[in-house]
Nanobody, 116 residues
Framework: QVQLVESGGGLVQPGGSLRLSCAAS????????MSWYRQAPGKERELVAS????????YYADSVKGRFTISRDNAKNTVYLQMNNLKPEDTAVYYC?????????WGQGTQVTVSS
């Protein structure tokens, strides 16, 4: 059974940090580029960050560049999103995403709330 399970979300004050994890199972995650998306209330889901299979190349949305870092540990089938200097506008449900050919997988999401 294919699963992407996110964890690490929660409530944090502005300027704080969180690290999200996405644990993959049921498929060879090391062969898949992986991404984090987020969806805020009333808004469309947007791409936050992506990482290639070996982790040699990354992409970040302009809104998070310099604050977020995506990484992966293929030995643990896990992708991470380190989020620093969080802002209220980062509040959203964060989703893990994997795609390779016709295989597309989404996690169930983890809530991140940035508020004082």
């Amino acid at each position: 059974q294919v699963q992407l399970v996110e964890s690490g979300g929660g409530l944090v004050q502005p300027g704080g940090s969180l690290r999200l994890s996405c644990a993959a199972s049921g498929f060879t995650a090391s062969r898949y580029p992986m991404s984090w998306y987020r969806q805020a209330p009333g808004k469309e889901r947007e791409l936050v960050a992506s990482i290639t299979t070996a982790g040699s190349s990354t992409y970040y949305a302009d809104s998070v560049k310099g604050r977020f870092t995506i990484s992966r540990d293929n030995a643990k089938n896990t992708v991470y999103l380190q989020m620093n200097n969080l802002k209220p506008e980062d509040t959203a449900v964060y989703y893990c995403y994997a795609v390779r050919g016709n295989n597309v997988y989404w996690g169930q999401g983890t809530q991140v709330t940035v508020s004082s």
